[in-house]
């Protein structure tokens, strides 16, 4: 990333975050060569990897579709959706970190799980117990979608 004030190669970043919106990346950085420091922005539309399916079909990673898989697993557990989107943000971060441009079905699964893990043991449990007998997060999802529709937002 060159520095936009005087044109050196490298800069360092100080601060990664993903905005409030989950679209983007935001990046502080400082200049290597004059101190300066500027702050960039990446779409995560563009950064984000494709999801291969153990079938070897590919799919595009699809937030609300995740958010909708840990909500149902979530049903009636005391769990804020502040702590909620907290797990989303970090499973987001984690496959953007990656810098993969592809990433296995299965990998997103183990993160989903991860974060039940430390949210809630039932959710984690209940989540644990349904996708294992699924082949991937996206049947999994595709499941939700068919038999009990988006579930209803709650606080
Ligand atoms: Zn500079």
């Keep these: 990333m060159k520095c936009p ?3 050196h190669e490298e800069t360092q970043v100080l601060d990664t975050r993903v905005s409030e919106e989950g679209d983007a990346i935001r990046r502080r ?3 290597t060569h004059c101190d300066k ?11 984000m990897p494709v999801v291969v399916k153990k079938n070897g079909s590919r799919t595009e990673f699809d937030p ?6 840990l909500m149902l697993a979530l049903r009636k557990r005391p769990v804020s959706a502040e702590a ?3 797990a989303l943000q970090r499973i987001k971060e984690k496959l953007l970190s990656s810098g993969e441009r592809e990433v ?4 997103v699964g183990e993160l989903v799980m991860r974060e039940l893990k430390r949210l809630d043991k039932i959710a984690y449990i209940r989540f644990a117990s349904v996708y294992k007998s699924f082949e991937d ?3 999994f999802q595709n499941m939700i979608e068919e038999f009990s529709g988006p579930p ?3 606080k």
């Design 84 to 86: 909620l989107d907290e």
């Design 37 to 47: 420091r500027f702050t960039t922005f990446e779409r995560i539309e563009l950064a």
């Design 137 to 139: 997060v996206a049947e």
């Design 152 to 154: 209803a937002r709650k």
């Design 64 to 69: 609300v579709k995740l958010r909708a898989s």
């Design 29 to 31: 950085r400082r200049c």
């Design 104 to 107: 296995l079905s299965g990998h």
């Design 5 to 7: 004030f005087c044109q």
